[in-house]
């Protein structure tokens, strides 16, 4: 095999290692290759925070 050949199939492999490697934390995170009967993102809001959401939807209604 020609050595260029050989180096762009190494660099295309590493490129694609780290695009995929990049990428799964999200999806594990998220619940996709885990065993959660419930999938998506775990997120905590307390009161404060949904006033603040609530509050902002009212003065966007205005």
Same mark, same amino acid.
């Given at each position: 095999?020609d050595r ?6 190494i660099?295309?492999?590493? +490129?694609? &290692? +780290?695009? !995929?490697? $990049? #990428?799964?934390?999200? $999806?594990? @995170?998220?619940?996709? +290759? #885990?065993?959660? %009967?419930? %999938?998506?993102?775990? #997120? @905590? !809001?307390d =009161? %404060?925070?949904e006033q $603040? $959401? =609530? /509050?902002?939807? %009212? /003065? &966007?209604n205005k």
């Amino acid at each position: 095999m020609d050595r260029t050949l050989l180096i762009v199939i190494i660099l295309v492999a590493i +490129f694609t &290692s +780290f695009l !995929i490697g $990049y #990428s799964i934390p999200p $999806y594990i @995170q998220a619940g996709v +290759f #885990s065993g959660r %009967k419930e %999938k998506g993102v775990e #997120s @905590q !809001i307390d =009161k %404060k925070m949904e006033q $603040y $959401y =609530k /509050d902002l939807l %009212k /003065d &966007s209604n205005k």
